[in-house]
């Protein structure tokens, strides 16, 4: 398998699956094949679904909803971020190469897919993962502003002399630095200078 990557491809693949167990374990749910689920603790703050299925299902999950073509990689990908990186994934499979069934159990944040998509996105925006990417970053943040991140040549010493603010104000509207945030968080790696234009 290529070099894991964490890119916005991975997380949204991500995303979605985990969404997609999510809603498979809810009563209304259509019965999938070769899929089997158990939840532990699921009372609690942190729950556990365990699955018992095939990589094939788990590709379709993921492609029902992701833009482009998923593949069996694609899938192997991103448990293994969530295993690895992301440290909510156990790995229950006793002999794991060549396994044609996949055994696992994730620990969520609750059953709720919207609080559990959330707290995904957060504990992401933690990790702060090196982008596979090394281009420069162009984002649409609204209508007429765009966010740009270049990489500075040194990693070691920022090429400015600016002090890090401590107190941490901000005065705007609230609801588009959580917006903006994550995608600084995402998108640089320390060093990176950053520069929002725009009006106002």
Do not use: C
Request: no cysteine; hydrophobic share 40%; aromatic share 6%.
């Amino acid at each position: 398998m290529p070099r894991v990557s964490r890119s916005l491809k991975v997380k949204e693949r991500i995303r979605v699956l985990l969404k997609k167990l999510l809603e498979h374990t809810e009563a209304t749910s259509v019965e999938l094949p070769s899929f089997e689920y158990s939840w532990v603790d699921k009372a609690t703050a942190r729950p556990r679904l365990i699955v018992q299925t095939k990589l094939d299902v788990l590709t379709e999950l993921i492609a029902s909803e992701s833009t482009g073509s998923v593949t069996k990689d694609h899938t192997r990908e991103a448990l293994k971020v969530l295993k690895e990186d992301l440290k909510i994934l156990l790995d229950h499979r006793i002999k794991t190469q060549g396994a044609r069934t996949w055994h696992f159990s994730i620990t969520f944040w609750g059953t709720s897919v919207e609080k559990n998509l959330r707290e995904f996105d957060r504990l992401w925006a933690q990790k702060k993962f090196v982008r596979s990417d090394r281009s420069t970053v162009k984002l649409a943040v609204g209508d007429d502003t765009q966010l740009f991140a270049a990489q500075q040549t040194s990693k070691t010493t920022p090429l400015n002399n600016l002090k890090i603010r401590t107190d941490g104000s901000f005065i705007d509207s609230r609801a588009d630095l959580d917006m903006l945030l994550p995608l600084l968080d995402w998108h640089l790696n320390p060093g990176d200078i950053v520069a929002i234009v725009g009006p106002g």
